[in-house]
Structures are given as structure tokens and as C-alpha cells.
């Protein structure tokens, strides 16, 4: 049998709870959650708002309503909401494709035209990936017509 030490009993102390803003930390957040929690206007808030935010972001953002102050809204249904919001900002394809890196891939020649074309610099992000989606859909078909009619020409001979 082990003998329990001082040093086993002491509680592992976590950075995260030392921190006054975690929210605003950026760099400690999962990727998926850094564009919500972006503030730009920091620099203008009074303490006491940065402090609602934080919790705010806490719980609505991050869904954890276990953070140090007060509570914003601790109903079953706020909780259940918030929750929901993060297992399906998880399942998301387009957020965990941003996340990962897939987005910024040339598919095409079409694709890198669509993404330097500067008239659709003011377009929604998903309606460009949509139609370079669309583009790479088009330019597939054109090579499979082509080495369709290859063959084709092939047999014929």
C-alpha cells in the first residue's frame, strides 16, 4: 500500500484560472471558436463590460456556466441552447474545412480565378466556395467529355 504524500494531495493548478479575460485569450480557444470570440473593440470597453462579455462569451460561446462571477442565464433551456450550438458548430463541414486548412487549396485554374476575381471581393465567403465548387465541377466534366471523345476517336480508328 502507498503512502499519500503532501505533494499527491495538492490540487494541479491550471493557468486558464489564473487568467482575469479568458475569453479574450485567443490563443487558448479551439480553433472553431476564435472567430466568434474576435473583438476588435476591446480597447474601448470598461472593465465592467469586459467582464460581462467574458462571461457572456463563457457561456453562450464556450457553454460552460461553471465560470467565476455571475451567472447570465442559467435556465435548462439557455443551457441546452448553448450547448446545441457547440456540438453543431463541431459537426459543421464548412467550419472544420476553414479550420483545417482545406479552404485555402487552388483546386483550378478556374478556382484561382474565382479567388482573385476583386468583383466578388464583397461576396459571401459560402456563395464563392459554392460556385468554385461549381467551377471544378465543370472544368471534371470538360476533361471526362475530352477523353471521352479521345476514345472515342481511338475506336473509330
Known sequence: MKKSTAKSKKKKSVHRNKEKNVTF????????RREQLAVDYLNQL???EK????RFNEEYVLANFNHPGKVLDDSPKAKKRSYDANNARNRCLYTMSKVTGKLNKIMSK??????LDHDRSNQN????????IDAKLDYTKLLEELNQ???GSKDSD
Open 149 to 151: 471523345s479521345k476514345k
Open 25 to 32: 485569450n485567443l490563443k487558448r480557444m479551439v480553433a472553431n
Open 46 to 48: 470598461s472593465e465592467k
Open 51 to 54: 467582464n460581462w462579455l467574458n
Open 125 to 132: 465567403p459560402e456563395d464563392a466556395l459554392i460556385e468554385a
Open 110 to 115: 478556374e478556382h484561382l480565378e474565382i479567388l
